[in-house]
């Protein structure tokens, strides 16, 4: 038997000899990796308790982050409430089920962002970049987008009664079961939206391109 074969043989004999010394080694592996010199990684999902400090970004309500590069970062289910991301980087962004009531995003860079079921009343991202955004079943009653770039977004069975969608470019977007409930639609460009179910009661629509006024 050469020696490699020999010295498996007594490491097996060892274990079967000793199962629980080798259990307790695996379920703690830190003493053997100190040892070693070896760094011990733990892999773990959960959040540490607190706000979040990211690129030197404290999320938590009411701070104050204009310009922050939050982009491709996990903020789902954060409450971020009126929070100041005036400017901010949130290219790819997972904001989903995050509460963002009041939260300031003017000028924003959301891109991709994921709002789905985010909770958004009262928001204002004006003159922000939205392409490609994905809002399905957000609520946004009073939320102000005027002057954004809402090109390709879903907005499915999203509440935006009274919301502020004055001069904004919504093309190509999934508007399907929406509620537009009395928003302010002046100076809009709409076309080539799926409107399935949408309603568009009591919209302001006073100069509105493409806006479905005989809906």
């Given amino acids: ?25 695996a379920d703690d592996p830190s003493p053997l990796a100190a040892e070693q010199g ?15 400090v990211i690129n030197g970004c404290e999320l938590k309500p009411g701070g ?13 289910g954060m409450h971020l409430d009126g929070m100041d991301l005036t400017g ?9 089920g995050a509460t963002l009531k009041g939260t300031v995003m003017d000028r924003a860079d959301l891109r991709g962002a994921d709002l789905s079921e985010a909770y958004m009343q009262g928001a204002t991202i004006r003159d922000a970049d939205l392409t490609g955004a994905d809002m ?6 009073g939320i102000d987008f005027t002057g954004s770039n809402l090109t390709a977004v879903s907005m499915e069975a999203v509440w935006a009664s009274k919301g502020r969608f004055v001069g904004v470019t919504l093309v190509a977007a999934n ?16 076309g080539d939206n799926t409107n399935r ?18 809906w």
């Fill in 1 to 25: 038997m050469s020696e490699h074969s020999l010295g498996r043989a007594i490491t097996l004999a060892a274990m079967l000899a000793a199962p629980s010394a080798f259990a307790a080694m």
């Fill in 38 to 52: 070896y760094r011990v990684i733990v892999d773990t999902d959960d959040r540490a308790d607190g706000p979040q």
């Fill in 64 to 76: 104050a982050c204009p310009g922050v590069d939050l982009s491709h970062q996990d903020l789902s």
């Fill in 88 to 96: 901010a980087r949130l290219v790819r962004t997972n904001l989903h």
């Fill in 136 to 141: 399905d079943y957000s609520r946004m009653a």
């Fill in 175 to 190: 508007l399907s079961e929406t509620k537009f409930y009395q928003a302010d639609m002046a100076l809009a460009t709409l």
């Fill in 197 to 214: 179910f949408t309603i568009w009661e009591g919209v302001h629509m006073e100069n509105c391109t493409g806006c479905p006024v005989d």
